[in-house]
């Protein structure tokens, strides 16, 4: 997997949305499991939710079910992550990953991960 761009992030209140792009230069992108993942400082990355490379699946961690969807454009070689009603617990660097495994929740099942894009979640 190639170079993975994460855009979208910022400062946004309580009950807010936001929508987390992940652009990817892989060629093969349908071929890959992607995911996000956020990391507050001074604490282990987390799996958020991941899509398989043809949309048919997705994988959610119970603190964003019901409030994030994750949704992928292979035309655009794009993942995307709606993030709904957000929660100041939600204020972390968010991070696009690629896997070649599914189901991949573990931060060690993906191969390749974008810079981060801060999002930032106020009273």
């Known amino acids: 997997q190639g170079q993975l761009v994460e855009s979208g992030g910022g400062s946004v209140q309580v009950g807010g949305s936001l929508r987390l792009s992940c652009v990817a230069s892989e060629r093969t992108f349908s071929r890959y499991v992607m995911g996000w993942f956020r990391q507050i400082p001074g604490r282990e990355r987390e799996f958020v939710a991941s899509i398989m490379g043809d949309d048919t699946m997705t994988d959610y961690t119970d603190s964003g079910k019901g409030r994030f969807t994750i949704s992928r454009d292979n035309g655009a070689n794009t993942v995307y992550l709606q993030m709904n009603s957000l929660k100041p617990e939600d204020t972390a660097v968010y991070y696009c990953?690629?896997?070649?495994?599914?189901?991949?929740?573990?931060?060690?099942?993906?191969?390749?991960w974008g810079q981060g894009t801060q999002v930032t979640v106020s009273q």
């Open positions: 990953a690629a896997s070649t495994r599914w189901p991949s929740r573990r931060f060690g099942d993906f191969i390749s």
